[in-house]
């Protein structure tokens, strides 16, 4: 499986759909960036690793937007909404952390 064309449209945080199908999907593309064939073309793109790190870094602004949001507004949604929205949060979270920690943070690890 090649680099993602999906990449580019994680560019901005209009861009992230909090659909399940949709996150499911962003953390398959994150995850498939873990196996060799993947690591290694990325780790020779030195633009796909500044792409991916700008996208690591959208990522956790969204995150912080949304958790300040959710804390925000909890009190007042119903419980079901509540837990679709806390386990589409802990989703974002270890999407972010595979990216940085796993991906980028190997890359870097390798690098040096």
């Known amino acids: 499986m090649p680099l993602s064309d999906d ?3 994680l560019s901005g945080p209009e861009s992230i759909s909090l659909e399940k199908e949709e996150l499911n ?4 593309l994150v995850r498939a960036l873990k196996q060799e064939q993947e690591f290694t073309a990325l780790f020779s793109d030195p633009e796909q690793i500044q792409a991916l790190s700008r996208t690591a870094d959208t990522l956790s ?3 912080t937007r ?23 949060l802990e989703t974002l979270k270890d999407i972010h952390w595979c990216l940085k920690q796993e991906v980028l ?6 690098a040096t």
């Open 66 to 88: 949304f958790q300040d949001g959710f804390t925000r507004t909890k009190p007042t949604l119903p419980p079901r909404t509540v837990e679709k929205l806390s386990v589409c």
């Open 7 to 9: 990449w580019p449209r």
């Open 25 to 28: 999907h962003l953390w398959e």
């Open 61 to 63: 602004e969204i995150i």
């Open 105 to 110: 943070g190997n890359v870097t690890t390798i």
